[in-house]
């Protein structure tokens, strides 16, 4: 005979030898819906659920398999008790409960949309893990149709895809770039930008040019929609930052690009294209925010791609502006080492005047609490520069030092590139590393290969 919760409730009683009004009194549920619970005349609601099984002294959810049972196979499936079960689950981590909850209900397609909708409620909530589960049902329901539902349930997945491997990243893009244009023409932009954002941080330039050309596009038509002579008057769903900032937004990708192959007129061009935000329509106070940012980036990133092209006369001015707006001064002191190692400029001083903000970053990176993003993308590249700069400079045993915490870091993170400049680095210098450093060194190589084992994916490296 299969276990359900009233009988398990009935036992409980029994051998408790608390009567049904006693038991009332200790969970909170009134005696007389414990009477029909028991007597098989009324369904049990989640928050009841609970306090029965708090009443009895059980962990939290632990009826929820049988509950499921009861759900749809003991009555018709009911979405007043099936949506609050999923969001207790989601509370309590109860990953295959809701898997088999929604695996039972995607044999009736018309729960999609409500399904869709607890998804969406989930992601706000950052439970991200149980709303993929959702998308996923969601999409799978839907791949042989041209919705923008499925499309917005892909977005969702690639979002909570992204970690600290790139490899993931990148195949969550691939797999969601052939979505963008199904979504609502704003969600598009976002889209857009959060895959130039990714692209961006594994360095494929001619992907990133090619979102920035495409969502500088939409943006304009949007734009002129909205604020030009012949703006329409329907009512616009609202992207998620002023819509000026996705015209914007391209141009400082342009320059990010073009500087990193090393066509640095080009990169000080596009800064110049967002120096003056004075066309900007909008005027609330993030807009206001968000034009003030565009203009420090303009200005920083002038001075950023003079100095790369080895005019140090620039390099004191560049540092005194950085120094009072923070969110520009790792990847200004990244550019900085940088053209310091091409043109062999002395920073020392800089290195100095910065060596609070250097630890602080160095110490964020390495606790537990530290959650990946583009900036550890960007402190791994500095401390990759930083290390060569020490290295040169016959520093041997803090260039070292660097160079093995960013060996360690890219491993990690599979960043092949970065792995392949500190094993070429590390084999120039050799002959400098002291014997720990050498044993440190082949043990991270040794990671390297466990990691390349587990996931195919990665170039095997030699040492």
């Given at each position: 005979m299969q276990m359900t919760i009233r009988a398990e409730l009935e036992n409980y009683l029994k051998k408790s030898g608390i009567t049904i009004n006693q038991f009332a009194e200790v969970s909170g549920v009134n005696s007389g819906t414990i009477s029909s619970i028991i007597n098989g005349n009324r369904s049990i609601a989640v928050q009841q659920l609970d306090r029965i099984t708090e009443g009895m002294g059980l962990a939290e959810g632990s009826f929820y398999e049988l509950y499921v049972d009861e759900c749809f196979y003991q009555s018709a499936p009911n979405w007043r008790r099936l949506g609050p079960l999923i969001f207790r689950c989601a509370e309590l981590d109860k990953l295959d409960c809701i898997k088999q909850v929604v695996g039972m209900m995607m044999d009736n397609l018309s729960y999609a949309p409500v399904l869709f909708e607890t998804a969406e409620t989930l992601f706000k909530q950052d439970k991200h893990t149980a709303a993929a589960i959702l998308y996923g049902s969601v999409a799978e329901s839907e791949k042989y149709q041209h919705s923008e539902r499925l499309a917005l349930c892909q977005y969702r997945l690639f979002k909570i895809a992204l970690c600290e491997d790139q490899e993931i990243n990148l195949k969550a893009a691939v797999q969601f770039e052939s979505f963008v244009n199904r979504l609502d023409e704003v969600d598009q932009l976002d889209?857009?930008?959060?895959?130039?954002?990714?692209?961006?941080?594994?360095?494929?330039?001619?992907?990133?040019?090619?979102?920035?050309?495409?969502?500088?596009?939409?943006?304009?038509?949007?734009?002129?929609?909205?604020?030009?002579?012949?703006?329409?008057?329907d009512s616009f769903k609202e992207?998620?930052?002023?819509?000026?900032?996705?015209?914007?937004?391209?141009?400082?990708?342009?320059?990010?690009?073009?500087?990193?192959?090393?066509?640095?007129?080009?990169?000080?061009?596009?800064?110049?294209?967002?120096?003056?935000?004075?066309?900007?329509?909008?005027?609330?106070?993030?807009?206001?925010?968000?034009?003030?940012?565009?203009?420090?980036?303009?200005?920083?990133?002038?001075?950023?791609?003079?100095?790369?092209?080895?005019?140090?006369?620039?390099?004191?001015?560049?540092?005194?502006?950085?120094?009072?707006?923070e969110d520009e001064i790792l990847p200004a002191l990244f550019k900085i080492l940088q053209a310091a190692n091409i043109h062999d400029f002395d920073v020392d001083d800089v290195l100095l005047r910065f060596?609070?903000?250097?630890?602080?970053?160095?110490?964020?990176?390495?606790?537990?609490t530290y959650i990946r993003s583009v900036t550890e993308d960007r402190y791994n590249r500095f401390t990759i520069e930083l290390s060569l700069y020490y290295l040169t400079r016959k520093q041997y045993s803090i260039g070292i030092e660097n160079l093995l915490e960013s060996l360690e870091t890219s491993s990690i993170m599979k960043d092949e590139g970065c792995v392949i400049r500190c094993i070429g680095l590390f084999d120039r210098f050799r002959c400098e590393a002291s014997f720990e450093a050498l044993e440190k060194y082949q043990n991270l190589i040794s990671e390297v290969y466990r990691r390349n084992d587990e996931k195919n994916g990665f170039v095997i490296l030699s040492s």
């Open positions: 889209a857009l930008k959060d895959l130039a954002n990714l692209y961006f941080s594994i360095r494929k330039w001619n992907k990133v040019e090619g979102i920035a050309k495409e969502m500088k596009q939409k943006a304009t038509v949007l734009y002129k929609y909205r604020y030009g002579e012949n703006r329409r008057k992207p998620t930052s002023p819509l000026f900032a996705y015209i914007a937004f391209p141009n400082v990708l342009y320059t990010g690009s073009y500087g990193a192959r090393g066509d640095y007129d080009q990169a000080v061009y596009y800064a110049s294209l967002y120096s003056d935000m004075s066309w900007v329509e909008e005027n609330s106070e993030e807009a206001k925010l968000l034009k003030g940012k565009f203009e420090v980036w303009s200005i920083a990133n002038t001075y950023l791609y003079q100095l790369m092209k080895g005019k140090i006369e620039v390099l004191q001015e560049y540092v005194e502006y950085i120094e009072h707006h060596e609070k903000v250097i630890s602080k970053l160095k110490k964020e990176r390495n606790s537990k």
